[in-house]
């Protein structure tokens, strides 16, 4: 009996040292989290961890739920889930998924904590968004389920998240607690309706950082064992892995006091604890009952058989060309009003708001520029042609994802200057609203691909056949 096999500690490059990761693999972890990296080392990491390791086996995981270019600069950043929600497409889900999974397993990543299984319902989520397929459950579903058969195809381990769902929050649990309000009735048929109906598919399913007072009004989900063992095992029968999230985030408070409950609720899994030495010595001072621990141990063991089912491939196999986040994007693109339309000769003043990250509009600009078409900054003079170019997405622990006043004055200050104008969503499609233009593109994703397709919409040898997978 080996508790520390229940503990998966995260590992960031750049910031985490890698004798800690070594040691803590020594002490038999049973795997890690990574954040970060380029392909190189990651595939290296991954190898140093598990020659350290003294088990057989051990699973290493990533939040690559866009592809591993989210979080690596040499991998490309795959559609958002929002964006095949606009698609509608099966087809497109089931090839991200397959996409991911491939590259993902050439470099040593055997589990993907995807997909997100969550309800795009509110404006005010500040990390759900783009992440959600859309509003409606079936959607959801039957997305989510194509890009888990993508998955398994490519032969990595799944985890659908964040059980009971998160849709229906305006906190970010990487800061504080979110509390879902929604009646025990509304749960079942709505937020809880995806994960029924997907359960038989998962190999994991990842507890929320939430409470949730119509299952439970004292313990947040991912600590409760109403939540987790009566709702989740016993009544929908689910016998597969179940994870914390990242117990790292502020919504729990004790690390080390969560992570036992968890336990005892029916977590087999703890992932990315904030301090794993301190977390390994605490548990392994605890009189845990032995059946609890073996249970939770051989829960991994059989998820390291399965994530052995598919060979991986060579990462020039994997990571080869592929045309899919461009058929994505002429299939998301989504229209609303009237497009602003462009020929040889105009000029496209524009504007942006809510660039945090400052993301590059070169390929947006260049695509026109190719097709004759000049482009300039607004500086506030009359323009006859403007686009409102529109940044902002979720990001963990920012706790916030729409315009601020200020951007929302500057915006509707450069439409009421212009004869023409349109707003481009590139992330987030409730940027919109607030913005005095009913000429409105969604592109829900700020990749070149995306990019370049919204301006093929203008130039008008593009098509946006996308319908919106929320309500704005």
């Not at 659908?160 to 009646?183: E, M, R, W």
């Not at 605490?282 to 998820?303: D, S, W």
């Not at 260049?366 to 003079?381: P, S, Y």
């Not at 009359?382 to 729409?402: D, Q």
Request: net charge neutral; charged share 20%.
């Amino acid at each position: 009996m080996n508790i520390n096999r229940l503990v998966h500690p995260g590992f960031w490059f750049g910031k985490t040292n890698k004798e800690d990761a070594l040691k803590l693999a020594r002490m038999g972890v049973g795997g890690f989290c990574l954040y970060g990296g380029t392909r190189a080392e990651v595939a290296a990491l991954t190898h140093a961890l598990r020659a350290a390791s003294p088990h057989k086996r051990i699973l290493i995981s990533a939040d690559y739920e866009d592809g591993l270019g989210r979080w690596l600069p040499d991998a490309e950043l795959l559609p958002s889930n929002l964006a095949l929600g606009a698609a509608g497409s099966e087809d497109l889900a089931f090839e991200k998924g397959f996409l991911t999974a491939r590259q993902a397993k050439s470099i040593g990543v055997d589990w993907v904590f995807a997909p997100v299984v969550d309800l795009a319902v509110r404006a005010d989520n500040p990390i759900v968004n783009t992440r959600a397929f859309g509003a409606a459950p079936d959607l959801v579903t039957r997305l989510a389920g194509a890009f888990m058969d993508g998955l398994a195809k490519g032969g990595v381990l799944n985890s659908i998240k964040h059980f009971p769902g998160h849709g229906n929050t305006g906190t970010d649990s990487h800061l504080a607690l979110p509390v879902l309000l929604s009646t025990k009735q509304h749960i079942w048929e709505h937020e809880l309706r995806p994960f029924r109906q997907l359960l038989h598919k998962a190999d994991c399913v990842m507890a929320g950082h939430l409470l949730v007072p119509a299952l439970d009004e004292q313990h947040p989900a991912s600590i409760s064992r109403t939540i987790l063992h009566d709702l989740l095992q016993k009544e929908l029968g689910f016998r597969g892995c179940i994870s914390t999230d990242a117990l790292c985030m502020k919504a729990l408070g004790n690390e080390k006091q969560a992570a036992l409950a968890a336990l005892f609720a029916g977590a087999h899994l703890l992932l990315v604890p904030e301090k794993p030495f301190e977390l390994l010595e605490f548990l392994n001072k605890q009189t845990l009952p032995a059946q609890l621990v073996t249970r939770a141990e051989q829960m991994q063991i059989l998820l390291c058989a399965r994530a052995d089912e598919v060979p991986p491939l060579t990462q020039a196999a994997a990571f080869s060309p592929t045309d899919f986040t461009a058929r994505a994007a002429r299939q998301a693109l989504t229209r609303k009003g009237t497009a602003l339309t462009l020929q040889t000769g105009d000029t496209l003043h524009y504007i942006s708001i809510g660039n945090d990250e400052l993301l590059s509009a070169e390929p947006f600009l260049r695509t026109l520029e190719a097709h004759g078409v000049k482009t300039a900054e607004f500086q506030g003079q009359p323009a006859t042609k403007l686009a409102v170019l529109c940044w902002r997405r979720y990001e963990a622990f920012k706790g916030k994802i729409g315009l601020n006043a200020q951007e929302q004055a500057l915006a509707n200050h450069a439409i009421s200057q212009s004869a023409e104008s349109i707003v481009i969503s590139f992330a987030n499609p409730w940027n919109v609203r607030g913005l005095n233009c009913q000429n409105q593109l969604f592109t829900y994703s700020p990749t070149s691909a995306f990019q370049q397709g919204a301006a093929e919409v203008l130039l008008g040898t593009c098509a946006a056949p996308g319908k919106l997978p929320v309500i704005l």
